[in-house]
């Protein structure tokens, strides 16, 4: 006898393979969820929870801009800043100029080029992004309260799988110039 995610495994796959005239119609629903998780994402829920609990000085954008920098291989320039987020330079180096203003970034010399200025997350900034990933994962958890271990489990792979196909398929905007393939930030 199956037991735990086993069990909903089979049930996912005999449902898929068995019922492929019901396939149209989970197509249907996961459409209708994704809208209604798209609202909840533009209204920008959690980040607006996280900047009101935490950093009420701060808006949406500078958390997304600390946000990025994690995102960012090697040195942390403005330019690359407003790259991943997908902003035009003089934005990006607006945000910047804020967060350092705030005592949340510093300016430094490139170590690669001299002659470059990058920016360095300051150990307020840090902080900041630890309280800022605690309070996000509390709130994920209230949301997921009396979930199962097996569908905490079988959720975090299957999320995992769907968005990681979006990112396959929409890696990068600027490279493909589709406005479909702008990713959500972290909410």
Same mark, same amino acid.
């Given at each position: 006898?199956l037991t735990?995610?086993?069990?909903?495994?089979?049930?996912?796959?005999?449902?898929?393979?068995?019922e492929?005239?019901?396939?149209?119609?989970?197509?249907?629903?996961?459409?209708?969820?994704?809208?209604r998780m798209?609202?909840l994402?533009?209204?920008?829920?959690?980040?607006?929870?996280? /900047?009101?609990? %935490?950093? &009420? @000085?701060?808006e949406?954008?500078?958390?997304?801009? !600390?946000? #990025?920098? *994690?995102r960012?291989?090697?040195?942390?320039?403005v330019g690359a800043?407003a790259d /991943?987020m997908? %902003?035009d &330079? @003089?934005?990006?180096?607006?945000l910047?100029?804020? !967060?350092? #203003?705030? *005592?949340?970034?510093?300016?430094?010399?490139s170590?690669?080029?001299?002659?470059?200025?990058?920016v360095?997350?300051?150990?307020?900034?840090d902080?900041l992004?630890?309280?800022?990933?605690t309070?996000?994962?509390?709130?994920?958890?209230?949301?997921?309260?009396?979930w199962?271990?097996e569908?905490l489990?079988?959720?975090a792979?299957l999320?995992d799988?769907?968005?990681?196909?979006?990112e396959?398929?929409?890696?990068?905007?600027?490279a493909?110039?589709?406005?479909?393939?702008?990713?959500?930030?972290?909410a």
């Amino acid at each position: 006898m199956l037991t735990g995610t086993a069990l909903l495994f089979s049930i996912v796959m005999t449902k898929t393979v068995t019922e492929n005239r019901s396939t149209a119609a989970d197509i249907a629903h996961i459409s209708e969820v994704m809208g209604r998780m798209r609202l909840l994402i533009g209204r920008r829920v959690i980040s607006r929870t996280l /900047v009101d609990s %935490l950093a &009420p @000085s701060l808006e949406i954008s500078h958390l997304d801009a !600390l946000r #990025a920098m *994690g995102r960012i291989e090697g040195e942390v320039t403005v330019g690359a800043i407003a790259d /991943v987020m997908r %902003l035009d &330079p @003089s934005r990006g180096s607006r945000l910047v100029a804020e !967060l350092v #203003a705030q *005592g949340l970034l510093r300016r430094a010399a490139s170590q690669a080029d001299g002659r470059r200025s990058i920016v360095v997350r300051t150990e307020l900034g840090d902080q900041l992004m630890a309280e800022v990933d605690t309070t996000k994962r509390q709130l994920l958890a209230s949301m997921l309260d009396g979930w199962s271990e097996e569908e905490l489990s079988v959720f975090a792979v299957l999320f995992d799988k769907f968005v990681s196909k979006f990112e396959e398929t929409y890696p990068n905007e600027k490279a493909h110039g589709s406005a479909a393939s702008r990713s959500l930030t972290s909410a």
